[in-house]
């Protein structure tokens, strides 16, 4: 197949929502969730959409999949519009957008895409061999779950049994919404290898969306970063990585009471150092700061930081100069310029 699987130019997307205001009072108030997101999806390429809660990421699934329609832009899915053909994008597509929607609970597996291989205009013979098919793609039968209740599967079953359900009419294109979201790691290691396979072996084009950096470091041919609406890089892993050469990752943990918002510890630490290209984040057991310093500078800077966090009074635990990893790209590219200074510092 010529041309791209996937190619999106220009989407925008607004919500409209009501916030209340007062007792009577409501209003109206505008996301605008995409500000004109465009990338491509060749054949038989595992494909990422990274970025954090909010980032907009399943709005594109869905434009992409003829669930939404855009407020600009366009999409084309094997070359075909979601605007004017979305029967034959429809019929290309297999989507996952959440793993245990749908499903009958009293049903077994096999019966449940008995019923959805049916809607699909299957019938008789073809349809019980295409089933069959499919849940021993995903493993469903070698882990004798075909004829088991719904109801009885664990998490990691049923995310296997939306992928068959989304396989039935053996789509070139696969398009997955945070596929391991809540698997446990054996599952969602599963998933991931499961999915590599899909475009490697059989050529498929597989889009996923993840908000886990080291999830797209680990399937992803190419990986586009979406920030706050707009796609803020894109390429492979190396070619991402290569954005931040020259630069080097601090990583300090520390610990202590927070006084303050988790960010304002933030801007604080970017307006002390100078540094825009940082990022604090809750971890376990504490709080973990990722600092992009220029190669050469990290002694004074974990100095720095040392001095700074204990002066705020935390307790610095462990400091590290790590290898760049997806995160460096990612706080690279999404906190460009904006020194970030905080009023009463
Ligand atoms: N149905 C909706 N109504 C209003 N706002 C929405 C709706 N769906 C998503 N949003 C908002 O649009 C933005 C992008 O959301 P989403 O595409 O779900 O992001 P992601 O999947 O990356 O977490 C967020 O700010 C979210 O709050
Ligand atoms: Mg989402």
Redesign the pocket.
């Known amino acids: 197949m010529s041309g791209a699987a996937i190619k999106a130019e220009g989407l925008v997307k607004r ?3 009501w916030a209340r205001r007062g007792f009577f009072r409501k209003e109206k108030q505008i ?1 605008e ?1 995409l500000k004109g997101v465009s990338f491509d999806v060749v054949w038989g390429e595992v494909f990422g959409l990274l ?10 699934v869905k434009i992409i999949s003829t669930l939404l329609l855009p407020d600009d832009g366009n999409a084309w899915v094997a070359g075909y519009s979601v605007l004017d053909n979305p029967v034959e994008v429809r019929d290309r597509i297999g989507v996952v957008l959440s793993v245990e929607r749908g499903f009958f609970w009293k049903l077994t597996g096999r019966e449940n895409l008995r019923y959805f291989a049916m809607l699909r205009g299957l019938r008789g013979p073809e349809l019980e061999r295409r089933i069959d098919e499919v849940l021993e793609t995903v493993g469903l039968k070698q882990l004798k779950g075909a004829d088991k209740l719904y109801e009885e599967y664990s998490l990691g079953m049923k995310a296997r049994l939306a992928l068959a359900r989304a396989m039935l009419h053996d789509p070139p294109i696969l398009i997955l ?1 945070e596929p391991t979201l809540g698997l446990d790691p054996p599952s969602a290691r599963e998933m991931r290898e499961l999915l590599v396979r899909m475009a490697r072996r059989e050529g498929k084009a597989v889009m996923v ?1 993840t ?1 886990n950096m080291f999830e797209a470091e680990m399937i992803c041919d190419r990986v586009a970063i ?1 920030s706050e ?1 707009r796609i803020a890089a894109i390429g492979t892993v190396l070619e991402l990585k290569k954005l931040v050469a020259g630069e080097v990752p601090v990583v300090v943990k520390f610990s202590g009471m927070l006084g303050d918002s988790l960010s304002r510890v933030e801007e604080r630490l970017k307006h002390r150092l100078e540094i825009s290209k940082l990022h604090v984040s809750e971890t376990d057991g504490g709080f973990t700061a990722r600092i992009l310093v220029e190669a050469g500078l990290e002694e004074r800077v974990v100095a720095r930081t040392i001095d700074i966090l204990t002066g705020m009074g935390f307790s610095v635990l462990r400091v590290e100069v790590a290898e760049p990893s997806l995160e460096d790209v990612f706080i690279a590219v999404t906190r460009r310029g904006g020194q970030g200074a905080s009023k009463d510092d």
């Open positions: 919500y409209v929502t996301v969730a970025g954090p809660n909010g980032a907009g990421k399943t709005t594109t919404d969306t908000h979406i609406g």
